[in-house]
């Protein structure tokens, strides 16, 4: 059973940045492509950002793209988001998850069960 503990979340004001951990365990970590999702109150859970198991391929949302970056350490077992110019549009709790494949985390086909997430607000 994989266990996702995601954080780094917080409130920040628009334009301005964040950067979100997740640790995992239970599994071969490194041997799984990872993602990050978010859902905003209201609003089905979306696909946010990919990352192939060796990190030599990532995927963004066309919403995120050129704004937030993947990235993993599959020493540590954690994957980060970097988000930069935050806009308030991107308010929402975030979350991790992984999949044998890229094209199954953009498909969100993830394995774990989702974790309680880390909330990022962004004001105006």
């Known amino acids: 059973q994989v266990q996702l503990v995601e954080s780094g979340g917080g409130l920040v004001q628009a334009g301005g940045s964040l950067r979100l951990s997740c640790a995992a365990s239970?599994?071969?970590?490194?041997?799984?492509?990872m993602g990050w999702f978010r859902q905003a109150p209201g609003q089905e859970r979306e696909f946010v950002a990919a990352i192939s198991w060796s990190g030599g391929s990532t995927y963004y949302a066309d919403s995120v793209k050129g704004r937030f970056t993947i990235s993993r350490d599959n020493a540590k077992n954690t994957v980060y988001l970097q988000m930069n110019s935050l806009k308030p549009e991107d308010t929402a709790v975030y979350y991790c998850n992984g999949a044998p494949s890229l094209s199954g985390v953009q498909a969100m086909l993830v394995f774990g069960s989702w974790g309680q997430g880390t909330q990022v607000t962004v004001s105006s």
């Open positions: 239970g599994r071969t970590f490194r041997n799984y492509a």
